[in-house]
T-cell receptor, first 114, second 114 residues
């Protein structure tokens, strides 16, 4: 596609539910990043993939957060047993190659945990 | 610990004037610094990148400066227009190589008044 696509656009979950957020990066982009953005804050790094390899997951806030990119294209961020503090916008970004500093972002998934 | 600071309050500028946004950082030695624009409900959009060995970079009405001694970047929009109203994010590379993603500031909300 022309840009990074994320779905769903909005997700409402009851506390304790599991959620899965999808990211379709720009075709051919090697690097993929997940960020979390709380209201009024800048994006905070969660995890990074180079093709299918998850090279950095230091930003994942707890073991309830899990990300995968099994075929090196589409990625899924899964949050288990959601908590209210997980409410945020989850942004996905991709870049063409390793070391390409310019990131292309999707519009994000706004997650609300009630 | 590493820290990025941007003007925390909204910046109101009259149309036609130059808007200047500030990004200060501590405990970083970034190889480069980037500026992004974010509109409500959208992901950040890349604007400019400036490397540590560059003092100034320009793109149309945008100008970025980078002072590694002061640990500061200034972002200027000349001849500002209401359409320039948005949140502007400063971002630095994690590791110096770019592959591990960016750390973002909280952003400055810029309002250009007609």
């Amino acid at each position: 596609g022309a840009g990074v696509s994320q779905s769903p656009r909005y997700k409402v979950a009851k506390r304790g539910q599991d959620v899965a957020l999808r990211c379709d990066p720009i075709s051919g982009h090697v690097s993929l990043f997940w960020y979390q953005q709380a209201l009024g804050q800048g994006p905070e790094f969660l995890t990074y993939f180079q093709n299918e390899a998850q090279l950095d997951k230091s930003g994942l806030p707890s073991d309830r957060f899990f990300a995968e990119r099994p075929e090196g294209s589409v990625s899924t961020l899964k949050i288990q047993r959601t908590q209210q503090e997980d409410s945020a916008v989850y942004l996905c970004a991709s870049s063409l190659e390793v070391g390409d500093e310019k990131l292309f972002f999707g519009s994000g998934t706004q997650l609300s945990v009630l | 610990s590493q820290k990025i600071e941007q003007n925390s309050e909204a910046l109101n500028i009259q149309e036609g004037k130059t808007a200047t946004l500030t990004c200060n950082y501590t405990n970083y030695s970034p190889a480069y610094l980037q500026w992004y624009r974010q509109d409500p409900g959208r992901g950040p959009v890349f604007l400019l990148l400036i490397r540590e060995n560059e003092k100034e970079k320009r793109k149309e009405r945008l100008k970025v400066t980078f002072d590694t001694t002061l640990k500061q970047s200034l972002f200027h929009i000349t001849a500002s227009q209401p359409a320039d109203s948005a949140t502007y994010l400063c971002a630095l590379d994690h590791s110096g190589g770019g592959a591990d993603g960016l750390t973002f500031g909280k952003g400055t909300h810029l309002i250009i008044q007609p």
